[in-house]
């Protein structure tokens, strides 16, 4: 860079705040986010398959509204099979790794995410031939007094592994069906300070989760700690005529919650909803 | 652009007064606050925001929150041998909130006792590190581990300490406001510390349970008492007056959003349409209304 660059770009610095916030890094996406999980392949950014939506501002950094809209059908000869979150500025980026199929009838889906600062919020598709897209959206976490957890973990605990299935009212054969699924879990991240550490021992979340419909599977997901306490889904499904709704999860508890290389698994819950013809 | 820079130059004027040496006003005898500013806390106020203060008896000082950055804490410190030479026994955090509890270090010496609600270690555990992190990112606070004093005495249901010549009862709350928020009554001048259980002004903040908030408030309005002190606001002296506009904008979130429930909305939808008859009455509401709606919908979906 030469010097008269070098002073340009300092005179922005000084006078446009807003500038340089607009303009985040995107080093750890770079760096190594991008190098762990899609290594040497190639990612078209784009809003054409999916585009992700969430507030600019997130007013409750432990609860964050995250959307997925998928822009394109799911047939049998092209369709979304995989799609992945990530925070880049999480101390463990990986969000979730959601699966696909056809009979998902709409690859959207909804979620509730923790943000720990100002950060990327990325979500990359798979397609059926392998093409990788990506899109992503600035998220702003503020309010410095609620930490990324849930308000009131007791309450959390005490329910843990209770599951509630909300349907649209209009549940149509033939047509993509959007379903709700609300899990009871306080998924504690394990981020405590090492100074006081006999109240919350270890990360313990849901890390494992299939919905299947008439035992065909509608979404199948692996998942991490920065998804909200009481993890809560969007997502369709294909109602033939009636049939059961069901879903299946599993908790997991990690030595640290920046690694998952030491960890031991929990228990498994399962709940089914019926739809009537 | 013109606005936020008039904004900029009114908090930095508070900014340079919460510097300087600390106000405080006695509300009862012997029971002396520092009123908050109703602002964000920022890069230019550090974090001072809350009310905070001391209460004096025969032996010995009692601080009520100590201060929403180290400098508040060594200011309040300074009030307090300004008006009396009594030393300081313990030091009260009424919940885990940086705006209450960052002056903690000002005071961490021998003979001073640190109390809290039974969840407050474990609050401070859980979101310690968060917090040191936000504090250098948006109060420009340089804070470590060491600035994260958990309480010596941990209260379960009640306390009694004595000040010399005069009681202090102190009550951990069932999950309201926080899930560790301890109030604080002073027999002698029947003065209950509410802290952040009771809001004026300033938008009330839900970061526990909107429920337990107004069950809380339901059992608290039945009780008489001639001066109670908010969190954030001024002195209440017409109890149970003082917490009807609070009362009411929680009413008012719990009704719309178990009807936005019922109707099988989204917790996207409820934050854009839940709440906002009451945007007028209260300052600082579009930097917490929503948080509020977003807690309370992920709560009272589970009921
Ligand atoms: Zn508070």
Not at chain 1, 63 to 79: C, D, E, F, G, H
């Amino acid at each position: 860079m030469n010097i008269y660059l070098q002073k340009i770009t300092l005179l922005l610095l000084l006078i446009s705040p807003l500038l340089v916030s607009a303009a985040i890094d995107e080093s750890s996406w770079k760096n190594a986010i991008k190098k762990q999980y899609y290594a040497g392949k190639t990612i078209q950014e784009s809003n054409d398959i999916i585009e992700i939506k969430a507030p600019y501002r997130a007013e409750a950094p432990a609860l964050v509204p995250l959307k997925i809209i998928s822009k394109i059908a799911q047939t049998k000869n092209r369709y979304i099979k995989k799609i992945v979150v990530f925070v880049d500025k999480n101390p463990f980026p990986f969000v979730g790794e959601f699966e696909f199929t056809p009979e998902s009838g709409k690859a959207d889906l909804a979620m509730r995410i923790r943000v720990n600062t100002y950060s990327y919020v990325r979500a990359i598709a798979e397609m059926n031939d392998g093409k990788l897209y990506m899109s992503k959206k600035i998220v702003k976490a503020s309010g410095g007094c609620s930490a990324p957890l849930g308000a009131d973990l007791d309450a959390a605990m005490k329910r843990l592994g209770q599951m509630k299935f909300k349907l649209g009212n209009a549940v149509k054969e033939g047509k993509p069906a959007m379903a709700q699924l609300l899990i009871s879990h306080p998924n504690i991240t394990g981020m405590q300070m090492d100074q006081v550490t006999r109240f919350i021992k270890k990360s313990h979340f849901v890390d494992q989760l299939k919905v299947t419909f008439d035992d065909k599977p509608v979404l199948t997901a692996k998942i991490d700690i920065a998804i909200s306490s009481d993890p809560n889904f969007r997502f369709y499904f294909m109602p033939k005529k009636g049939g059961v709704l069901k879903a299946e999860f599993t908790d997991v508890f990690c030595e640290t919650p920046t690694s998952r290389d030491v960890c031991t698994k929990g228990k498994s819950y399962s709940s089914s909803y019926m739809i009537k013809p | 652009m013109k606005n936020q820079c008039c904004l900029f130059f009114v908090l930095a004027f508070h900014g340079l007064i919460a510097q300087s040496e600390m106000t405080v006003s006695e509300v009862a005898p012997g029971i002396y606050v520092h009123f908050g500013q109703h602002q964000l806390p920022d890069k230019v106020n550090h974090g001072a925001v809350a009310n905070i203060g001391f209460i004096v008896g025969d032996t010995c000082v009692a601080v009520i929150d100590s201060g929403g950055n180290p400098d508040q804490g060594y200011a309040l410190k300074a009030a307090i041998k300004r008006i009396t030479d009594k030393p300081v026994c313990y030091v009260i955090n009424t919940h885990v909130h940086p705006d209450h509890i960052y002056g903690n270090i000002a005071f961490k010496e021998k003979g001073v006792k640190f109390i809290g609600h039974k969840k407050l270690a474990r609050a401070m555990s859980a979101r310690g590190n968060y917090y040191i992190a936000k504090a250098a990112e948006q109060l420009d606070l340089k804070l470590t581990a060491a600035h994260i004093i958990p309480p010596d005495r941990l209260v379960k249901n009640h306390l009694a300490i004595d000040l010399g010549g005069r009681r202090l009862i102190l009550t951990a709350q069932p999950t309201a406001h926080s899930d560790n928020d301890l109030t604080v009554f002073d027999k002698k001048t029947d003065t209950l510390w509410l802290s952040d259980l009771l809001f004026l002004d300033h938008l009330p903040v839900i970061d526990g349970s909107l429920k337990g908030w107004l069950e809380v408030m339901q059992k608290l309005q039945k009780q008489k008492f001639t001066t109670v002190i908010p969190g954030h606001g001024a002195v209440v002296t017409d109890w149970p007056n003082g917490l009807t506009a609070q009362k009411t904008y929680l009413q008012v979130l719990l009704t719309e959003i178990r009807e936005m429930i019922v109707k099988g909305r989204f917790l996207e939808e409820a934050i854009e349409q839940v709440g906002y008859s009451e945007k007028d009455k209260w300052q600082l509401f579009d930097q917490f209304h929503k948080r509020n709606v977003t807690t309370a919908f992920a709560e009272l979906e589970w009921e």
